[in-house]
């Protein structure tokens, strides 16, 4: 299985920071790689796939990119409602993987 | 919209069953696959498997494979999941999630999950 990690795994922000989390994979996965969105009590909410193209409805503050074994999630200017726990995941092959998680909670 | 509903929450014993159901509107069911996704309490995603809504092709992960059956009612547009020989290390929120990557496990919207307890 292809093993998934993320960094760092939580940070503190303030509101209106630049907010980058790391994701690698344990061998290259192409772009085939989601961010998902979590917070307390409630279901993962899907923010990008293939890397860097944002699901629908999710705000453009949200970005992503990189390939092969390293991929990036960026939150430019985080809100209140940005606090959350965030995992990225690899589609590339069976089975899908997901990272441990960043929690992002408010300095 | 595409909405996913999944059942209400289950306690169960150990070595009982469990069939959690995923009722799928807003979209073509049959076109989509259906993936289950569980969380343990204060841990991590774990994907469990994969069913086609089109002709009912599975993929199962390693760790409950023998034990799980994931099946699709395409007259109701909803797919369900069976967990046997309950254990308490199954005890977890469960998700079902539309997989737009043909089975490969690309998600993009979310059921609200069921929460399973496995308790004696």
């Known amino acids: 299985d292809i093993q998934m990690t993320q960094s760092p795994s939580s940070l503190s922000a303030s509101v209106g920071d630049r907010v980058t989390i790391t994701c690698r994979a344990s061998?290259?996965?192409?772009?085939?790689l989601a961010w998902f969105q979590q917070k307390p009590g409630k279901a993962p909410k899907s923010l990008i796939y293939a890397t860097s193209s944002l699901q629908s409805g999710v705000p453009s503050k949200f970005s992503g990119s990189g390939s092969g074994t390293d991929f990036t999630l960026t939150i430019s200017s985080l809100q209140p409602e940005d606090f959350a726990t965030y995992y990225c995941?690899?589609?590339?092959?069976?089975?899908?993987?997901f990272g441990p998680g960043t929690k992002v909670d408010i300095k | 919209q595409v909405q996913l509903v999944q059942s209400g929450a289950e306690v169960k014993k150990p070595g009982a069953s469990v069939k959690v159901s995923c009722k799928a509107s807003g979209y073509t069911f049959s076109r989509y696959g259906v993936s289950w996704v569980r969380q343990a309490p204060g841990q991590g995603l774990e994907w469990m498997g994969w069913?086609?809504?089109?002709?009912?092709?599975?993929n199962y992960a390693q760790k409950v494979q023998g034990r799980v059956t994931m099946t699709t009612d395409t007259s109701t547009n909803t797919a369900f999941l069976e967990l046997r020989s309950l254990r308490s290390d199954d005890a977890a929120m469960y998700y079902c999630a539309r997989d737009f990557f043909d089975g490969g496990g690309g998600f993009d919207y979310w059921g609200q999950g069921t929460l399973v307890t496995v308790s004696s």
């Open positions: 069913i086609s809504a089109y002709n009912g092709n599975t």
């Open positions: 995941q690899q589609y590339n092959s069976y089975p899908p993987t």
């Open positions: 061998q290259g996965i192409s772009n085939y």
